[in-house]
């Protein structure tokens, strides 16, 4: 099972940008999916999480400017970010939380990561 993460780029503060993020591999079930990300020399931090069910997760700080989604027929979740502001610059990865029909293991997968940067 792989992630792969898509649409980071560069804008002005105020603006947006979606993030997307693809699941392959043969998958058996997913547990959760999640946005991550990275601030230069920080720890990596959970943006927001979306369970099978369908409850989400946001970190405080993007409460209400960012919204999980996913597709599940196309096996991709998204981060719609609206509202940006320099102190969301970071690297965000994807990760999910996903068995594979193969290993019938649970396994925490991550994707490699996307940067976002926005300019004051």
């Known amino acids: 099972v792989q992630l792969q993460a898509f649409g980071g780029g560069l804008v002005q503060a105020g603006g947006s940008l979606r993030l997307s993020c693809a699941a392959s591999?043969?998958?058996?079930?997913?547990?959760?999916m999640a946005w991550y990300r990275q601030h230069s020399g920080n720890e990596r931090e959970l943006v927001a999480k979306?369970?099978?069910?369908?409850?989400?997760t946001y970190a405080d700080s993007v409460t209400g400017r960012f919204t999980i989604s996913r597709d599940i027929a196309k096996k991709s979740i998204y981060l719609q970010m609206d509202s940006l502001k320099p102190e969301d610059t970071a690297v965000y990865y994807c990760?999910?939380?996903?068995?594979?029909?193969?290993?019938?293991?649970?396994?925490?997968?991550w994707g490699r990561g996307t940067q976002v940067t926005v300019s004051s």
């Open positions: 990760n999910g939380k996903m068995m594979s029909a193969g290993t019938r293991t649970w396994s925490h997968v």
């Open positions: 591999g043969n998958i058996f079930a997913t547990n959760y």
């Open positions: 979306l369970s099978s069910v369908g409850s989400t």
